[in-house]
């Protein structure tokens, strides 16, 4: 390989992480307002270069702490993007990865040195965003619901513990279809993926629900529906 070939020179590693989290039955997604040039001002997804020191990974974890506040996430990289003119800067090539969270267990920056503000947008209602991240988004969803149907990663959305009917609420959502209650808990449960507490809820205001964890909390391949 010749290295001085020109066609070879001015490439840039990237990468972006689509976040995931529920909130109240809904999806959403993580977007930060660009504080910088170019589309200073517009909203993405966060990511950003790749050092010579780092693995792709490695910067993935990075960028999500610097530009968020994010640690000790659950991330999968799921696809690259090449386009030549994706980004008007130089010829870039992104790492995409994605990301689930319970948003109830951390707080967000909101200002960092190349971000003016944060923001959960709903996957129904995101705008317009820099770069190629609105296709970004799309595959990621696309990703997601694969992953919902072939693997338990969505223990990720959960910090501790919760019931059948908020667990139900996040497969639905995600996937975009209803289950039937008594053969959603009767499958879950014969896949041993999820087991009892012994604990239900307080200060319910219908009859009190039993409340489940994941028994792995590893991510792990398993055929759901």
Known sequence: MDMNNPLYKNQGIHVEVVVFTVDEGKVKTLLLQR??????????????????????????????????????????QFYTFGAVDRDPRMRMVSVAYLALIDMHKVDLQH??????????????????????????????????????????????????QFTMPELQKVYEAILDKEFDRRNFRRKLLSLGIVEKTGQIEENSNHRPGEYYRFINDRYEEIDIF
């Open 35 to 76: 504080g910088v040039g170019p589309f200073l001002g517009e909203w993405i997804v966060p990511g950003g270069a790749v050092w010579n020191n780092e693995s792709v990974d490695d910067a993935t974890v990075r960028e999500l702490e610097e530009k968020t506040g994010l640690e000790n996430v659950f991330i999968k």
């Open 111 to 160: 200002r960092t040195l190349e971000t003016m503000n944060s923001k959960w947008c709903d996957i129904k209602d995101i705008p317009h965003l820099a770069f190629d991240h609105n296709k970004i988004c799309d595959k990621a969803l696309e990703e997601l619901q694969h992953y919902m149907l072939n693997s338990n990663i969505a223990k990720d959305l959960f910090y501790k």
